[in-house]
């Protein structure tokens, strides 16, 4: 997934979601390999540090066709220090719910591929 802050309209293939101009990559690579991916496209991981646009995001993820069960990387890391999780732009990730971690247990994850259906 390709995310970055754009005032304004979105250029193309971007489509404005919320505050965040969003492009989704159809392949299935590493984390790394997105986020190079995405720079060459204009972009970045996205960051979702805010509830309001967690929703946003999610809501239209549901609603593009096609991507039932479809993982997308966003842009958090604990390449630095594991265990440690940080956004791309150095802000600390927010772990356990309302974003990150499983309802049933409150555990938080090992790794963020974010996906648009969970079982």
């Not at 239209?60 to 958090?76: D, M, Q, V």
Request: charged share 15%.
């Amino acid at each position: 997934m390709d995310l970055h802050l754009t005032p304004g309209l979105c250029v193309n293939p971007f489509v404005l979601v919320g505050t965040q101009c969003v492009h989704l990559l159809p392949t299935s690579v590493s984390w790394k390999n997105a986020r190079t991916q995405c720079g060459r496209d204009g972009g970045d991981l996205i960051v979702l540090d805010d509830c309001e646009q967690y929703h946003k995001v999610y809501l239209y993820l549901a609603e593009e066709s096609g991507i039932a069960n479809t993982g997308f990387w966003i842009g958090g890391s604990d390449e630095a220090v594991e265990g440690q999780w940080y956004w791309i732009d150095g802000s600390p990730m927010v772990m356990g719910l309302p974003f990150w971690g499983n309802a049933a247990t409150g555990k938080n994850p090992t790794s963020l591929e974010w996906r648009t259906a969970w079982s």
